[in-house]
């Protein structure tokens, strides 16, 4: 397994914008899928946005158009470009990496939106 280590979360008004990094303990070419997930108080964990090896991303209906993935191989990072923060954006954002091996998560970091 990678090991993975976000950060970039914080307290940011609404409106306001927050970048996450998630470095991992080895590169990430191999990884299949890297993923960012975000998980509220009393909510199941839910899937934010998503990129394949290839480059391919996915996002969230609730985040399309303001969250940005991307990976940069050299630095074994993802980040998450998080624009136009809500209220409702407030959870811990987790970073997941999935290879052939088997799936591996960070430990979270919180990002609350709040006035």
């Known amino acids: 397994q990678v090991q993975l280590v976000e950060s970039g979360g914080g307290l940011v008004q609404p409106g306001g914008s927050l970048r996450l990094s998630c470095i991992a303990s080895?590169?990430?070419?191999?990884?299949?899928?890297m993923r960012w997930y975000r998980q509220a108080p009393g909510k199941q964990r839910d899937l934010v946005a998503s990129i394949a090896t290839g480059g391919l991303t996915d996002y969230a209906d609730s985040v399309k158009g303001r969250f940005t993935i991307s990976r940069d191989n050299a630095k074994n990072t993802v980040y998450l470009q998080m624009n136009s923060l809500q209220p409702e954006d407030t959870a811990v954002y987790y970073c997941?990496?999935?290879?052939?091996?088997?799936?591996?998560w960070g430990q979270g970091t919180q990002v609350t939106v709040s006035s």
């Open positions: 997941y990496a999935q290879d052939a091996l088997g799936i591996s």
């Open positions: 080895r590169s990430i070419v191999g990884q299949i899928f």
